[in-house]
Structures are given as structure tokens and as C-alpha cells.
């Protein structure tokens, strides 16, 4: 598993060029709907997106298998008009689990994310806007969980917690703090030089509410490209730490404890390796797609 | 910096590189005589064999080693080693061993009875200056303890003359010679440790058939042919070199692609492909262990009833475990301990895979609407179960039938070992391998009420019963090995009964190897890693 | 800078470390360990003392240059560490000059070829490979190229049988100094496979920013001007515009290559890689606290030298970053 980052993603700094405090109007999402419409990545993205979204929310019902219908009689078995996918090593339908997997890795995609945008903003925010030695020190806690090879924490924070989907979850949520909490940092920084939150502070605005009102609507442009972005590097850590037996547990469905489980039928039994792993990568596709593409069209510069 | 020119000094590397793969892709490897290459699956730790506890270390020892005694090529009974014949007083407790003359280590120092004596004293004195480079914790188990230790069985270990070696036992030890031929005491150099005692580890030397040559570690150790072997004519191989690969499949590959001539921890799926492949042979070990199931019966859970659990063993198909996750390479577990090991009682009926009895069973003791038990599965294969996990669903998916609700939980192994041993489970999966041969290698340390004690229990049933402690106490004072083969018969069907286990399989591991390899014993449950005779006959 | 980030993460570390269930003195007694002996091993070693004296002796040991000794093998991590620490720079390096290569040519071929079919492709090729999981590619390569192939080994560093004696545990730099190329040859085979599945991420992300960044100074004045004054288009490309794209490109350089070191955990147990990382999650598993608190600590030095390394190589590209300033 590669990358617990996102920096290597061009990221100019989108600064609004206007003073807007607030996206309004009909017309501006009528603009932004067409520059969607214009972006082929997001498009495609967004299609990819919301097939999988379906296929974890109605998917399942659909199934003539279950995801843990053991049948020891029919194990391994080739593709065919009853197992579109084959079956595993417990004779259980790839079909199905893979259909199935699809609800796990966007669940523990949204939740590590959401996670990670919580608590990484909201340090990210208290860091640029009071600064001085808040600043030096929640950076500094920055700087030491980016130095630290990712995976290894979460495999470490893992083995601390035991092996659960809940506390790999919770494990890539913090490996991933740092990279919203630095963005919403340097956001914070660009708009406080801003006129409109300088004229509420100079009105004499309280504090929190320049900050719910004023800084934090003009920063999440950004950090929800960002969040779309690390999405897609979520479901990869949750697979690799399913794949080292660290994540999901029996029976549940998740895509890389499928690979580990089969990775030695991969000559005998390919397809129970090739699925899982079209799947997953499907997915990271698509919220790739679409965060790249959101990040053209809401990037001033890229516009042009 | 001219990028158009490092563009094209990039191409010419790539040109060059690909001519030198192309010219020495096939190049012959069997240039330096016998060498064979032994894959497997984990580094050694140490090859100080008295500190180490896994098999993987000791694969590497036993080469360089020898024992006092030696198990015999066939079974697990005992022969002549490193003594070249033994007696034993009335009372059991005097045992004298004769040694075998012009014996030399590998440095050229002499091996004698000094030198037995010297390693004894190394292993069982705390306070001896050279009990160093680790713990020793074989010799503890085996010997109950250490010098100054109540349970402690080895009084005096002395040189009677240049070649006779005494023991004295404070009391009979039944399994004693069993014992002694164990890897971790076997005898090493005492030049080489008075040297260096911590260096042993690193730097071994014995008398063995291999010596030590260098180690790279998480990767390869290669031994090379001692040509002073005291057994004339042997070894065959000029070289052997343990390589380790953590991965079963591409282990496997590497087989096929000849990279390696022997491997252990076959998968048990490619079975079926080294039997299709002319070029490969598979053999079985006899295994010397179990994998069960053990009910925690310490904890407020349905299974503290004797009705539930017979229920639940008779709602395990075993025959689907050992197909789907052993594919065939396991025999069903009826007793704790395997057919192979003498006292074992074939007169003990296993229940059998019956969901109506089981169902009765539940509704007598009033479960009929069956209830939520929480199984424990390791998540790091062990020799005796290459899939815990994949085990825990298949019961999982049978005890569903019956109406018991199973959810399986998994921790890393120092994790499991740890909730385990403090009874924390309501029922887990875990198993046994045999260090010496002796039943109440089995049966005492699993399943007698001493072993229960958190937080490191052995019997992780918590199965506390007064007539089979009764027993195998017994057997373990007796040195007649009929008595002992009754009272062990006897404890099996006590076992049996209460059922605080599911026992599931003995497994029999699969090794792989080229056709040419010859006069490897790799069905030996305990030395089917010993190279002394293999040979490579192309 | 780098002080207050090392103190820091030792103090995670050890934390952490601390807080796995499980007991190193189990770990190395094995499973038939009796209580007694647990506890007077634990004793022995330390490790019933309170936790801050163990790590105040802890950072005494690394202050005095000691990193502490393998409770498992028993050999100092210093003198350990360093084969594996060779094993996985070779391997990442390996996977950096596969992605810095492929990654770079791609991107240009794309800005170059700007909106047009050969455009679509690479930057299809490029988002796909950002998109892979690295595990599941090495377990597809070692199946098509070396299982069902055979055309590349797909284990380990070099063939056992070649009874090579390395110098430097760098192999390469190894098999040169001896002038043994056969062996070069075979470590050559050997990290073919893992390398391409470890350089497939930041290979894309090379050709990405490559392109972006080609694209940008492609349509500046200057370039115009130099091609207005008829110099040859290949001309152009190579050699004024990618000196300006070099920076990001620096970026994702720095950055992935830390991340190698580290994060090649699955690709190391996948193709049997002596490195690093599988040195660590052993020991994890192991619960050998010396080698997972100094383990992770080196790299996380390595990591942070890195890129003060390419922070520095920035300045000395383009004069125009000043440091000291925000």
C-alpha cells in the first residue's frame, strides 16, 4: 500500500480571487453544474461513484447468495452461469462477496475520512487562526505523525486496539489527521488576511463566529476536493490492512482479507484473486476521477 | 543538466542491462557440487538450539548438532546418538551413558564427557558463568525447572571417565530418554561457548553433520558438509542453505521454477499440483500434534454444561475442515493426541457429525432456541492450523444449523496467547505439536487441572477433573510403560466424555521436493528435517 | 526541527509499543512456558518496572548511540538493522528509477501530444496506476510473469545457489565492486518485479505532475519566444521546459520515496524482500520493543532527511525559494 498522502496531487492554492464570503445564487451553481458537466474526469468519476453507491446499497438484495453460504462441495469453482465470479476456497460465491464488499470499503472509506476532516480540521483551524504556540505545537504534532512511515502506525495502532474493521478504521482516520489538518491550516492563514474577516473583527465580531461564519465556509472548497482524494487512499489502507488480517474480520466480505484469504489459489483459482482486486481498485478510480475533477473545476487557476 | 543525453545513457543502461539478463538468465547453479536449498517459511531466531522454542531454529540446529540419543529413522523411539549405549539403575533413578570414542566438534576440540557435563551445567545453573545468551526455556519445561528448583528432577549430572556419563534423578521421569533426545539439548562446544557463551547463537559449533558457514539473516543460512562426520560416509549433500520466505505461494512458485529443491509448509491446495508435476514428489509428515477446539468451561456461558458441549461436538464436521481448509492433508481428531503416539485409545468412539443428536442434545439441556457464543481464531497460521480463521467459519456455518450463533474474533498470536492463557475467551481455537513423543506430553500439559493457572494456562479449558489428574499423576511417577499405557487409555475416555474439547484434526504438514532429492525422511513426525542421508541424484 | 519530531515520535512509539497486549517474555519463552518463568523473565528484563524509568533508560540507550538489543535474537539493532535498511533503499531506489523514468517520459509525451489521443492514454495509464492496490499488482506479476511465465524469479534478493558474499548489502554497488556480473545479472531479475509494483504509484503521480507542470511552461512567453526562433520542437521540450518542471516533480520525488521506505511492507512479505519494513511488523509481531521503537525511529530519520534533502535541492534548482521565510 502506497501512499498515505496527498500532496504529490497538484494543490495551488485555490485562494478566491473576489471577496465573497458565500457561494450564492442560482446562477453560480448553475455555473457550476456546467463546469461539472464540462469536466470529463468528474463526470466519470461521479458515474463510477454512484454505481458503486448502488451497488452497495441495493446490491445485496439482489443476490441469489449470500456472502457466507459455505458450500465445501463446490469450492473453487471456474466461473459460470450460476457463480458469475466463481467461488472461494469455502465454496462461497466471489459474487456475492465482492457485491457485498462494496458496503465495507465505503463505509469505512466515509468514516475514516469524515474522521480524519473532523479532527484534522478542526486542529488545522485553531492552529492558523489563534497561532503563536498553539500553532507551533499542534504543527508539531503535524510534523510527527507525517514523519512516521503511515502504515506501520496504523499497523501499530491496530495491534495496540486488536484486529477489527472498527479500529482500522479509526487507525487510518489518524494517520490521515495531518494532510486536512495542515490544508485547513494554510487556508486559515490565507483567509484571515482577507478583507470581510478583518471588517468583522474589526466590528468587533466574537471570535468563534468568525470562525464558524466566515473561515471555515470559505475552506471547505478544498478540503472536500481533499476529502474525495483520500477517499480513494482509505479504501487502499483499509484493503492492504485487511490483506495483512488486520482489518475486517470473518466472514465479513472485505475486499483484501478476500485476497489474502485466496492469494494461494491465484494460480489454480485466479478469478477469486481478480475480482477482489478490480473491485477495489474500481472504486479508487472512481472517487480518483472525481476528486481530480472537482479540484479542475473549482481551481481558479485550471479554469482558464 | 542535458536531459536529452541522460535520456539516451538511460536506454543504453536498459540496453545493457537487458543483453546481461538475456546472457545469464540460464545459467547453470550446480556448479559448486551437492548444494541444496531448503525453503521455508520464517528466519532462525538462534542457533544456540537450548534457547530457542520454534521448529524454524531448530531445523537449522539439528544439522549442526547431535544428541546423546537419536530418535530411531522409523518412529519416535529411541537409538544410540552421540552415547553409544546406556544403562539405567533399579529404581530408574541412575541413568549412565556410554560414549561414543573419537568423537571430534566441529572446532577440533574433543568431544567427551566433560563436555556433556559441561553443557548440563550450562543449561541448568542459573549462576553457571556460561548460562548465557538467552533463557533456556526448553530445558525448564522438560526438566521441571532448574538447579535449585523444587520440581527440578535432574540432581546430578557427573563424568564418570573420559567416555561414561552419569545422571541422578531426585525421582523416575518417565519420558527421560525421550527427553534427552531432543534438539534443544543437543551438545555444542565447550571451547566455542567459553569463548563466547552469547556468541553460540550466532557462531555454532558441534559435531554434527553440517558446520556453520554464514547467515544472512531473514534470508539465507548455509551450512557446509563436515568432513570429519563421525557417522563414515555421510553426509551426501557438499552443501545445504536454509532460505526463508515468508509467503506459502510464492514459495511454492520458486519450487517450480527450481529455485529451491525442498520445501515445508506447502499449501495445502498445491498438493494436488506437485502430484500432477513429474518433475516433484510430495510427502506427508506424520503429524505429532492436534488442532482443537477448547470450551472455556471457567466462564458463565452455555458451555459450562457437559449436555451442551457433547452437542456442539457432534455439530462439527470435521471431514469439511480437513477438505476445505486442509484439502485432505489432516486426519479427524477423535482423542488429544495422535494415533502415533503409543497409549492411544482406539477404543474411544468420536461423536459423530449428527445435527439431529446434537439438536436433542440442546433441547435438553434447554437451549432448543440455541444461544450467541464468542469463538476465538488465531490469525497467524501455526503448523497444526494453516488457517484459523477459515476453521472458525466452517463451525461457524455448521453450528448455525443448530441454532448457535457464532462470532468469531481474531488477534495476532503473542495477543491470543496472552487473552488465552488468561481465560478470556468463551471458547477458542488452538492445537498442540508434540516435543518428544510421550503422552503425557498431551494430555497432562493440555487438559490436567495443575495447567490452569492465568495468566499462562496450558489448559485453556479451565477443565478441572479430580479422576484424570488422579491418573496422570500416576502414569507420570510409573516407569512401566503398561501401566502407563492403561491409566493414559483410561484418562482418554474421561476426556472424552466430559468433552471440554472439540478435538479436530491431527494435521499432516506437505513437503515438497524435486524428484532428485533422495533419502530425505520427510514422514517423520519429528526428524523429517535431518539431512544427514539426503542426497541429490540428478 | 528534526529534534522536537524524533523526541515526539519516540515518545508515540514507546507509548504504543507499551500499549500491545501481549508479553515479550511469552514471546521469546514460547507457548509452553510456565507463569513462573514469565514473570521472573519479565523481571529480569526490565520490564516490571514503571513505564517512564523504561523510557528515560530507553532515550539514555539512544543518546549514548545504543539502540537498544533484540530481545528475540539477542543481537544489537544497530548491527542488525543495517542489511535490511540496505535491502529496501536498493529496493526503493530501484522503484524510483523506474517511476522518475516511465513517469517522466509519459508526462512529457502527454504535454506534448497535448489534447490528442497519445494525451488520453498516457493520462489514462497514469490515473489507473495511482488507483492500483500495490499488493494486489505484485501478487498479479509474480502469478502472470514468474508463475505462469517463469521468465523472472519472484522471490528474494538473488539466487541462493550463487553464493554471493556481500560487501555493503547493496547488491548492485556490490556485484560491481567484486566484478561479478552474473550476480549483477540475477539481482538485476530479481528486483524487477517488486520494484515495478512499487514504483507504479509514484510513477503516475510523476507523470501527472510532469505533464501539468509541462503544460504550464509550455505556454509561457519564453518558450514561445524560443520556438518562434525556430529551434526544434524535441529540443525544446527537454531542455528548457523540463528544467522547470523539475521542482514538483522534486516534490513527489521526496515524498514518495519516504513513503517507500516505509510503506513497503506488503510488497516485502509478497516477494520474500529482506527489508525494512517486514524487519518491523516482524518484530511487531514479536513484540520485540527495541527493535520496533528504534526500527521505526530510523526511518522516520531516513524519511526526515529525505526531504531536507530535496528541500535543499530546491533551493539550489531555483534560487527564487528563500528559507527562514513562510
New interface residues.
Partial sequence: MSANTTMPTPTPSPVPKKNEPKIEGTSRLHEGWRSFLKSKSAVIGAGIVLVILLIAIIGPMLLTFGYNEVDANSRLAAPSAEHWFGTDDLGRDVFARVINGARISLWVGFFAVSGSIVVGSLLGLLAGYYGRWLDVLISRIFDILLAFPGILLAIAIVAMLGPSLKNAMYAIAIINVPTFGRLMRSRVLAVKQEDFVLAAKAIGMKDRRILFTHILPNSWTPIMVQGTLNFAIAVIEAAGLGFLGLGAQPPEPEWGKMLSDCRQYIQSAPWTMIFPGLAIMFTVLGFNLLGDGLRDILDPRMKQ | ????KS?VI?LALIFV?SS??V???S?D??S?GK?L?WGRGADT??LDPA?V??GESLKVTKNIYDTLVDYKEENTEVEPGLAESWETSKDQKTWTFHLKKGVKFQDGSDFNAEAVVFNFERWMDKKNPYHK???F?YY??MFGGYKGDKGHVINEVKAVDENTVQFTLKEPQGPFLANIAMPPFAIASPKAIKKDP?GL??HPVGTGPFTFE?W?????I?LKKNKDYWKKGFPKLDKV?F?????????F??L??G??DVMDGL?P??A??VKQNSKLKLSEQQGMNVAYLAFNMDKDTPVKDKKVRQALNYAV?KQ?II??VYAGLATPAINPMPDSIWGFNKNVKDYSFDLEKAKKLLKEAGYEKGFKLELY?P??PRPYMP?G??V???I??DWKKIGVDVK????????Y???T?KGQHEAALFGWSG?NGDPDNFLY?LLDKDNT????A?NISFYKSDSLHKDLIKAQRSTDKNERTKLYEDAQEIIKDDAPWVPLVHATPGIAYQSYVKNGNFTHPLNNDKLVKMDIQK | MLIPVLIGMSIITFSIVHAIPGDPAKAILGEKATPEAVAQLKESMGLGKPLFIQYVDYVKGILSGDLGTSFITKTSVAEEIGPYLAATMELSFAAMVIAVFFGMNLGILAAWRHNTGVDYTAMVIAIIGVSVPVFWLGLMEQWVFAQDLSWLPSNGRIDARMGFEPITNFYFIDALIQGDFVAFGDAFRHIILPAVALGTIPMAYIARMTRSSMLEVMRSDYIRTVRAKGVSEFLIIYKHTLRNAFIPILTVFGLQMGLLLGGAILTETIFSWPGIGRYVYEAINNRDYPVIQSGILIIAFIFVMINLIVDLLYAWIDPRIQYGKE
Fill in positions: 543538466m542535458n536531459m536529452r535520456t538511460g542491462f546481461v539478463l546472457a545469464c538468465g545459467k547453479a550446480s559448486n548444494t536449498i531466531k538462534s534457547q522454542t520454534d545468551g538467552g533463557e526455556p525448564g519445561y552469547e547463537g550466532k554464514k544472512k539473516k531473514n534470508d539465507t548455509t542453505i532460505k526463508s520466505m515468508p509467503d506459502n505461494s510464492a514459495r512458485t520458486a517450480q521454477s529455485e529451491i499449501n491446495d498445491d494436488k499440483t464436521d469439511s477438505k476445505s481464531a490469525s497467524d488457517d480463521r477459515k472458525a467459519e466452517v461457524q456455518s468469531i474474533v481474531s488477534y495476532d498470536w503473542q495477543t496467547l496472552d487473552r492463557g516435543d500439559v493457572r492465568t495468566p499462562d496450558g
